[in-house]
């Protein structure tokens, strides 16, 4: 594999690695704690309920746009470093 | 001025501004009319990606849901937000790399096959029309509350006010439209929850107040409301949900959903670079946010204002008088959308849930029946009058309840249009067309989508809220997984993609047609819609999510069976993955 080719490769699993770690936060946010471990964030009081009903009607929300624009200047940065930019 | 006078001015000073950005932004390339030039800026196609993404159904009816539902309707909030995650990290970018004008140009390139193409071609044209066909109705609602004019008349004026900017202007008139669509609707939306929440909680943010003091009685918002829906007989509005898994699975069909769907997705062809197409994600969350923040506050607001309406006493105390009621209950009697019977005869408006459970208090309290029904769609579009603000914000709503519905419409006829004229008539039955023959096939099958969809809208085949549900199923299940697959891998072939797409597709229809009946004919279902009927607890709107685990594994196992990907293809997904070198959107 010539080296033109090895730096697509790892820039690809920058990207996938990435990726991966921002769906597990994705999940997290909105799948943990907003839905399945509800029941054990109940005892964290926000405002007159808990905290996983803040989740899943706030939190989830704010925490999805952090990661879109995290992995929007992640991987434009990650572009810049491979030499693979527009 | 009469409030009719003061709709006609709010909505149409906002049709005058759509037609002059029509004709302003008119279409003179094929390349204008599908993908708006390529040369939209990342900020400006966030805000009309999100007028294009929220429809009647997110302006209208969401915070609706959740104000009857409450905790357990949240999937609505973050499903149709989670998606945009999904689609900035797994497809924007690269889709936008690839440079073509439609998704199934991806799907027949990606999987070198015509029947590829095609049947992408089917799975877009049935989510998208069934998805307009509840745009139309929405448009009429608004139209006929506000201007008084019947339904039909309300419907035909939406559909050429649409025709005029989506055919003159194509994406370059929409995208523009759109944008100003964005505004109207987000501040209409806005103004009122506003005061709403600062009458209620001196907070003038809605999305804090919702977790503030109540001031009136002292305690916060969530508990004052669990505490007077719960005297009422009804599910505290905090309460959480026992079937979690039916819960985890709704929410990711809307999630999965969501980034298949084809009109969001080109929406993403328009902007210059790659880079862009990741900003612009992040920016169309961050204008739908505005709105999916604050419909929550809406919801808890108006459905405790609804409650201390009927209860001014509090629930321990007498219901108002029927008499006494305020005008705005009046004015959407009219409509059919509240309906009141005084069923124990003493005049007053007993609102309570009408249970088992609580049929031992309502006797002991001289109830002989719940008397009002309230329709979860009005919420938003009353919420103006329950908070006595001026006549304008009621204008404002009526033109924001129609830009939103007007806005979604095009942006699924765009998607509609584009693939037949593309895809099935430059893709398929004639490749040689020239350049000003697609442009005209182009226009001349939206005019033909618009015709269908008004058709579609004025004898609405009276299974909307289904419909919906099954664009979404269909998304998910179809179009999503194809599209990842084609980017992730290089090892799924063009069998694998055809067979996993129709295993999606028909699993889920299936399921779905199981329990709400064949192509929706009542009585043709197999089992009742109830929760005991469901496979593992797994309701009919909740299947997608499997149906796209079902795309996948067949797609994966029957690519490892068969032939491998020609080299040509394999470096086509190259490309795709890597930012360099894409320019802009080109045609073969």
Same mark, same amino acid.
């Given at each position: ?12 699993? =920058?990207? $996938?690695?990435?990726? *991966? %770690?921002? &769906?597990?936060?994705? =999940?997290? $946010?909105?799948?943990? *704690? %907003?839905? &399945? ?9 926000? %405002? ?39 | ?588």
């Amino acid at each position: 594999m010539s080296d033109h080719t090895q730096n697509q490769e790892n820039y690809w699993k =920058a990207n $996938v690695r990435l990726i *991966f %770690g921002c &769906l597990i936060v994705w =999940a997290l $946010v909105s799948y943990g *704690f %907003g839905i &399945l471990l509800r029941p054990m964030l109940a005892g964290i009081e926000v %405002g007159g309920t808990d905290l996983g009903f803040w989740f899943a009607q706030q939190g989830s929300i704010i925490s999805f746009i952090v990661l879109v624009f995290f992995y929007a200047w992640r991987m434009n940065a990650l572009d810049k470093q491979f030499g693979l930019e527009e | 001025m009469s409030q009719f006078t003061i709709n006609l001015l709010f909505v149409g000073a906002s049709f005058a501004l759509y037609f002059g950005i029509a004709i302003w932004a008119r279409a003179g390339s094929t390349k204008e009319f599908y993908v708006a030039g390529g040369g939209v800026h990342p900020v400006m196609n966030g805000m009309a990606t999100a007028a294009d993404w929220m429809s009647a159904a997110s302006f209208i009816s969401m915070a609706g849901l959740i104000a009857a539902g409450g905790y357990a309707n949240s999937t609505f909030l973050m499903g149709w937000t989670g998606g945009y995650v999904l689609l900035a990290m797994l497809l924007a970018p690269y889709l936008r790399k690839f440079g073509k004008f439609t998704v199934p140009d991806f799907i027949g390139d990606r999987f070198y096959s015509r029947t590829a193409r095609l049947v992408a071609v089917a799975c877009l044209i049935i989510a998208s029309v069934t998805y307009v066909i509840g745009q139309m109705t929405g448009a009429g609602v608004a139209f006929s509350r506000f201007l008084e004019v019947d339904n039909n008349t309300g419907l035909m004026i939406a559909a050429v006010v649409v025709f005029f900017y989506a055919v003159l202007g194509g994406m370059k008139g929409i995208t523009y439209t759109q944008v100003a669509q964005y505004c109207v609707l987000i501040v209409a939306y806005t103004i009122p929850a506003v005061f709403i929440s600062l009458q209620l909680t001196d907070t003038f943010i809605p999305a804090i107040g919702l977790f503030s003091e109540h001031t009136q009685s002292g305690m916060p918002l969530l508990q004052k409301l669990d505490e007077v829906v719960r005297e009422l007989g009804f599910r505290d509005y905090t309460a959480d949900v026992d079937n979690k898994l039916n819960m985890v699975l709704f929410t990711l069909s809307l999630m999965i959903g969501t980034a298949g769907l084809p009109h969001v997705i080109i929406r993403f062809f328009t902007v210059p670079k790659v880079a862009d197409a990741r900003w612009s994600a992040g920016w169309a969350l961050v204008f739908i946010a505005l709105l999916y923040l604050t419909a929550p506050a809406v919801a808890s607001m108006a459905r405790l204002n609804l409650m201390t309406t009927i209860y001014p006493e509090g629930p321990t105390a007498n219901a108002i008088n029927y008499d006494e009621r305020p005008d705005w209950i009046q004015t959407w009697e009219q409509t059919g959308l509240i309906k009141y019977e005084d069923k124990n005869g003493d005049g007053r408006i007993q609102f309570y849930n009408d249970t088992p459970a609580f049929a031992e208090e309502a006797t002991a309290r001289g109830w002989a029946g719940n008397e009002l029904k309230v329709n979860g769609d009005i919420l938003v579009l009353a919420n103006p009058e329950i908070a006595n603000l001026p006549g304008w914000v009621i204008g404002l709503i009526a033109a924001g309840g129609l830009a939103a519905a007007l806005s979604t419409a095009a942006g699924l006829l765009l998607a509609i249009s584009s693939a037949v004229s593309h895809d099935l008539i430059k893709g398929s039955i004639n490749p040689d067309i020239t350049e000003k023959g697609e442009l005209l096939a182009a226009r001349v099958s939206m005019f033909f989508a618009i015709v269908i969809a008004t058709y579609l809208g004025m004898n609405p085949p009276g299974f909307a809220a289904q419909v919906v549900a099954l664009a979404f199923g269909i998304a998910a299940a179809s179009i999503f997984p194809a599209l990842m697959m084609g980017i992730f891998s290089k090892r799924v072939n063009s069998k694998g993609a055809v067979l996993g797409m129709l295993a999606g597709l028909c699993s889920t229809l299936v399921y779905i047609f199981t329990y709400l009946g064949w192509f929706f004919i009542p009585g043709t279902n197999q089992l009742a819609n109830t929760p005991d009927n469901w496979l593992f607890g797994v309701s009919p709107l909740s299947f997608g999510a499997i149906g796209a685990v079902i795309n996948f594994a067949v797609a994966f196992i029957v690519s490892s069976m068969t032939e491998e990907v020609p080299q040509d293809v394999q470096d086509l997904v190259e490309s795709v993955r890597y930012p360099k070198g894409a320019g802009g959107a080109v045609d073969h």
